[in-house]
């Protein structure tokens, strides 16, 4: 089995990822950069989101799953004092991993130099850079609002629990195949109207975006931004890949919010 190991880079990171190195050789587990079969990530949610984008391009033939040095994280949800018990599980199952998958987003950005696709594993927004962001929603080709404010998020189901959470949407367990649209900071007076409320699109739907021309818009992918003046048009949808996450032991999506927000239960 082919394992590659990304860390936050800070020391207590550093000194797991060499005891992770040890343990793997016990179990005839070998480092492979290019294409590891599963991908350890050791630090915090961060981490995991920058191994996704580096294994981007083979999702399909590799699983992750992380060691949080932090807090409890949504996608970095072992525990370093386990280290011992995850490497002997990857080592005893690796032909047999329980891989759970969770839906992505995809997304479209034309401009006049042509279109690229990219996905997100939690989300991506689109904010005005130097001013409020004006543009145009449609939803499956029908115009559906003009928005301004300070930006839209488009997020995965596991993604529903991060930056979208904070705007007051909507949790969604990823078993759904859907997207949610949450507005930040919508301009909502007797001129401008939004929705307001987030909208969950199902797989197979779409939705573009028009921003008003020549605008300098900030685009996030996850934990990654560029600036962009030129973008004519951005389409958002289920992904048709997924991620592979390895699961060696049962902690469901609702106990991992239940730690994350609520914490210890009141008698
Ligand atoms: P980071 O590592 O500091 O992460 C920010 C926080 O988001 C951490 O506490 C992390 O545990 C948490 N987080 C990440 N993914 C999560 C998930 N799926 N569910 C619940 N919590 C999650 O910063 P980064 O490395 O730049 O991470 C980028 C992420 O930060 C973005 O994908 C975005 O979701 C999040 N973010 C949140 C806000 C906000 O809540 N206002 C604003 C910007 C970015």
Same mark, same amino acid.
């Given at each position: ?28 587990? #070998? ?29 399909? #033939? ?206």
């Amino acid at each position: 089995m082919y394992y590659y190991v990304l860390n936050r880079g800070d020391d207590v990171s550093e000194r797991l990822t060499e005891t992770f190195h040890r343990l793997a050789q016990q179990y005839d587990m #070998h480092i492979n950069e290019q294409s590891p079969d599963i991908v350890l990530s050791i630090g915090g949610d961060g981490t995991l989101l920058q191994a996704f984008h580096r294994f981007r391009h083979r999702l399909e #033939h590799t699983s992750f799953v992380g060691i949080h040095t932090g807090h409890l994280g949504f996608y970095a949800d072992w525990k370093p004092e386990e280290i011992g018990q995850l490497a002997h599980m990857m080592g005893t199952y690796a032909g047999d991993l329980r891989i759970v998958k969770y839906p992505l987003v995809e997304i479209a950005i034309t401009t006049k130099r042509g279109t690229e696709k990219h996905l997100a594993l939690n989300e991506f927004t689109l904010k005005g850079v130097e001013s409020t962001l004006v543009a145009r929603l449609n939803i499956n080709d029908e115009p559906f609002e003009m928005f301004r404010g300070d930006g839209i998020c488009i997020s995965t189901p596991s993604g529903s629990t991060a930056y979208n959470k904070s705007l007051g949407g909507a949790i969604i367990h990823p078993s759904f195949d859907a997207v949610q649209i949450a507005e930040i900071a919508s301009i909502n007076n007797r001129v401008y109207r939004t929705l307001g409320s987030s909208i969950i699109l199902p797989q197979h739907h779409h939705c573009d975006i028009y921003p008003r021309p020549d605008q300098n818009l900030l685009l996030t992918l996850d934990h990654l931004s560029f600036q962009c003046s030129d973008v004519v048009s951005i389409r958002c949808m289920v992904a048709e890949e997924k991620v592979n996450f390895s699961r060696f032991r049962p902690f469901t999506f609702w106990n991992r919010v239940k730690e994350a927000f609520i914490g210890e239960e009141l008698e």
